[in-house]
């Protein structure tokens, strides 16, 4: 796989992906030839269609020659997916994709991967950010994780802007877990005992068991927040599968 096109390079993208793992489900768009994402992957646009576009891109990649590239309005009508149901299913979903912001993660809430839930009445589980770090938002009931208190979102972090950032997560059973650049966010991890600021909001209704049907990387933003961002590498499967 050759490198980035027109020096797009920059912090871990510096860095060949882990290698796909038996049985998990892996792409780096390399195999795209048209411009818009087809195959394994639909564009779709949930609630309404506005501005929001999702495109294949040969001039910024993580490795290879392409990437996905989501040019995010700033409206509710421009929420704009790239979805698929490879590799998701069974009863532990761990995920591996590589992101590159234009903006810093906003104050207000926006998502950009979501992941309907058969257990939650098909509502979503969706990573963001609000208050300038990553979080989860949990569509049923808008809690987070963190919780947005001061002590909650200085458990999160920041995404890089103009550089490739590495992001995991893992979800199995009860229990979700995230990293950024290889390193576990603190604030990102739900278990079944509530922790203050944490996930004691999270936790508030009782057991959480999620059970995902699907994989949607994309923009969402529900106040005027609006960012052009590339997805590359992505790696669906049963266990942890690294940088």
Known sequence: MGGEKGGERGGVGEVRAAACPSGAFCDGFEDQVGVTPSGEWSVVFPNCQGTGRAVVDSSVAHEGLRSVRVDGGSGYCDHVFVRTTRGVGGSAL?????????????????TFLAMRDVT????????????????????????????QSPAGVAQSVPLAVGEWVCVEFGVTGSELRTWVNGSEVAGLHVDTTPTPDIDSQWL????????????????????????TLWFDDVALGSSRIGC
């Open 120 to 147: 939650d009445g098909g509502k979503d589980l969706r990573m963001g950010g609000q208050n300038r770090a990553l979080q989860w938002n949990r569509e049923s009931d808008d809690a987070t994780l963190p919780e």
């Open 204 to 227: 508030r209704r009782g057991p959480w068991t999620p059970s995902l049907s699907d994989f949607r990387f994309g923009w969402e933003s529900y106040g005027s927040s609006g960012d």
């Open 94 to 110: 761990f995920a591996r994709f590589f992101v590159r912001h234009t903006i810093a993660l906003p104050d207000a809430h926006v």
